[in-house]
């Protein structure tokens, strides 16, 4: 019952550069979240875009939201090797459902 | 210190052998989850709580078991049943099934020799 997909499934990039991923729904979006894990940790809750919201910003952080292409990006500005983890995109199927999450998309951030 | 706690971080374990992971939140929260985490495959739902005394199945319970007496802990066992237990297990809380953000335990690596 996987709801959402990440594209890349992985990406590499120089820090200081932007890095730019993505995910795809099949179904109708809710409340759309987004989630870091770095390597052999638990994730971590970076932010929220609700269906009625089209951009947000946390920090370094710009999520996109765009229902008509049932589609949501992750933009994280001026990358740090810190920022190297897996992203995930995470909805719920209905309203009182857990999270599904997406198969992520592996972030490497060359110093 | 709030939070969500899991132990062991790391376990081995010989085919044919039961083995119970440990779960253990001080969030208050009502809501707690058990997934499983292979390479490439992202997250995938084995059993949640919604409240104490009550858990339903995920996507992938065949061999697994759950139990929810007390609010804060939600201990999940691999039973010899699971025919490829060898994975990375995450716990998460929330408020509720329906309140959005989840939080996540540390994780146990579970290794079966």
């Known amino acids: 019952s996987q709801q959402g997909e990440e594209d890349p499934q992985a990406l590499s990039i120089q820090e200081g550069e932007n890095a730019t991923m993505n995910c795809s729904y099949k179904?109708?979006?809710?409340?759309l979240q987004w989630y870091r894990q770095n390597s052999g940790r638990g994730l971590v809750h970076l932010i929220l875009?609700?269906?009625?919201?089209r951009e947000k910003h946390s920090g370094r952080l710009r999520v996109t939201l765009d229902t008509s292409k049932k589609s949501s990006s992750l933009l994280i500005t001026a990358s740090r090797a810190a920022d190297t983890a897996s992203y995930f995109c995470a909805d719920r199927n209905s309203g009182n459902t857990p999270l599904v999450f997406g198969k992520g998309t592996r972030l490497s951030v060359i110093a | 210190d709030g939070g969500i706690t899991q132990s062991p971080k790391y376990l081995f374990r010989k085919e044919g052998q039961n083995v119970t992971l440990s779960c253990e939140q001080n969030l208050n929260h009502d809501a707690m989850y058990w997934y499983r985490q292979d390479p490439g495959q992202g997250l995938r739902l084995i059993y949640y709580?919604?409240?104490?005394?009550?858990?339903q199945k995920g996507d992938i319970a065949e061999g697994y078991s759950v139990s929810r007496e007390k609010k804060e802990s939600f201990p999940l066992t691999v039973t010899s049943a699971q025919k490829n237990p060898t994975a990375f297990y995450l716990c998460?809380?929330?408020?509720?099934?329906?309140?959005?953000?989840?939080?996540f335990g540390p994780g146990t690596r579970l290794t079966v020799l």
């Open positions: 998460a809380s929330s408020m509720s099934t329906a309140n959005n953000e989840q939080f």
């Open positions: 709580s919604q409240i104490v005394n009550d858990f």
């Open positions: 179904t109708s979006i809710n409340n």
């Open positions: 875009i609700r269906s009625n919201e």
